[in-house]
């Protein structure tokens, strides 16, 4: 048995959170494996809609079993709030989701960090979630951090403290004022949420469960144009996003994963800062927004908008070994006359199919024009039902990519999904 892995393919929010969930009846094991509350994966059915940050969106299937994996950085505030939605949801988390002793804790100095740095950056702001994302991988890497596994040892008061302080000293060096004590209640409360759940040695338990046949799917976060190494740095997030931070996050080899599924929009979002060749500052990006609600789901801040770059895709294509792909909010072109994609990216006149070194160059996009189909499509869950010109547009991307789109997303609702043959 190998392990299924879902990645996004552009700057996040592409549907990972409504793809797993669809899928997660064929698994048994849903498993995050990087990233953390920066994340915000939306789910809905039967009239519900949720957004999960730390949990794996396998969570409401009662039957499937989540892991938090070892590569994941997890803020006992927000987790701690996660779980009480749930609970209210009438899904009783404990049952069904255990933790990596190996996952790093992201404390509230962390956070004070994450501001600051932003803060002293001024006008090259990377438009981080403020989440404490990059301070808390920096200790990971720095060899200085906090891990899940710690909390149960008799020293932990000694480790967060002596932590604290060295964040402290850091934050002296920045001109803003920091309150660290204010958020220290919650994060202890959030602590004894944590220490409610299973604990576990991921890596054994997911090669385990592998020996045992069980079928599992490993969830990412964010998307392959964030990645650490190989996103538009240094406008990224701190882990690794592609395929291979799977192995590095669950503690996985790399010859036990299967498909790879790869998650793009019919368009392209990115929230934050950052170059994004395709973007629009039209009425057209404005419509893309409009009638894809672009309203980020863990900051709510408006995402910007743009066509399709198919030079990005065909990067990460490659990149991640994409085995298929799916493609989500095509119902959000219903009303376009056109609809484009990039297909090159011209550069001081020269046209290339590569992504440059340094994307935050003048890039002008080549761009191949389809005929939009002008008719709604979130009803429909079947191909033959699909539009003639929605079907062109998909071909093209998968002749032009050399992977076959699987899976159709028609709509937010778990029941708006068509799997083609
Ligand atoms: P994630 O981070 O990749 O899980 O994506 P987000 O949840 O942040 O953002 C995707 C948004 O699009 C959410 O509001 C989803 O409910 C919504 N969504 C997902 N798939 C579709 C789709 O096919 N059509 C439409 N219209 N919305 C979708
Ligand atoms: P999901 O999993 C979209 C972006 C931030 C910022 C950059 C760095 O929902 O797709 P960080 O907080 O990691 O320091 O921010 O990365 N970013 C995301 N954008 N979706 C996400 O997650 C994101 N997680 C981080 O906006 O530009
Ligand atoms: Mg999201």
């Not at 209640?185 to 409610?196: R, S, T």
């Not at 996050?249 to 299967?258: D, E, R």
Request: proline share 4%; aromatic share 8%.
């Amino acid at each position: 048995m190998k392990v299924d892995v879902l990645l996004g393919l552009q700057w996040g929010d592409e549907g990972k959170g409504k793809v797993v969930d669809v899928l997660t009846p064929d698994y048994d094991v849903i498993a995050r494996f990087q990233g953390g509350p920066n994340a915000g994966h939306s789910l809905e059915f039967h009239e519900i809609k949720h957004v999960l940050h730390t949990i794996p969106s396998g969570i409401f299937h009662e039957s499937s079993i989540n892991i938090i994996g070892s590569g994941v950085v997890i803020d006992p505030i927000i987790f701690a709030q996660e779980i009480e939605s749930l609970r209210e949801l009438g899904v009783e988390p404990t049952k069904n989701l255990s933790i990596s002793k190996k996952a790093h804790l992201i404390m509230p100095s962390h956070r004070e960090l994450d501001a600051a740095s932003e803060a002293s950056k001024g006008k090259s702001k990377i438009g981080s979630t403020l989440k404490g994302i990059g301070p808390t991988y920096m200790d990971k890497t720095g060899r200085n951090g906090l891990r899940v596994g710690n909390v149960i040892g008799p020293d932990f008061m000694e480790r967060y403290n002596q932590l604290k302080n060295k964040h402290k000293n850091i934050l002296k060096q920045y001109d803003y004022s920091a309150n660290i004590e204010q958020h220290e209640k919650a994060w202890f409360a959030g602590i004894e949420v944590l220490k409610q759940f299973k604990l576990i040695d991921s890596e054994y338990e997911v090669n385990n469960y592998l020996k045992e046949e069980y079928k599992i799917l490993a969830e990412g976060a964010q998307g392959s144009l964030l990645d650490i190494d190989f996103g538009s740095y240094p406008f990224v997030t701190s882990s690794n996003t592609i395929c291979a931070g799977a192995c590095i996050g669950l503690g996985l080899a790399p010859s036990a994963i299967g498909s790879v599924f790869g998650i793009f929009k019919a368009y392209c979002t990115r929230v934050g800062a950052g170059p994004f060749p395709t973007e629009l500052f039209d009425e057209v990006g404005q419509k893309l927004r409009d009638e894809g609600k672009e309203y980020g789901s863990t900051t709510g801040r408006p995402r910007r908008c743009g066509w399709l770059d198919l030079v990005a895709l065909k990067y990460v294509v490659m990149i991640n070994g994409i085995t298929n792909l799916i493609m989500t909010k095509a119902d959000v072109l219903d009303t376009f006359d056109t609809i484009k994609i990039a297909t090159a990216y011209r550069i001081d006149g020269v046209e290339t199919q590569e992504m440059p070194f340094d994307i935050d160059v003048e890039m002008e996009p080549v761009y191949k024009e389809f005929k939009g189909w002008k008719s709604s499509i979130t009803d429909m869950r079947s191909e033959e039902e699909l539009p003639a010109e929605l079907l062109d547009f998909i071909r093209y991307i998968e002749t032009e990519t050399g992977v076959p789109v699987s899976i159709v997303s028609v709509g937010p609702d778990r029941d708006a999904t068509i799997i083609r043959k």
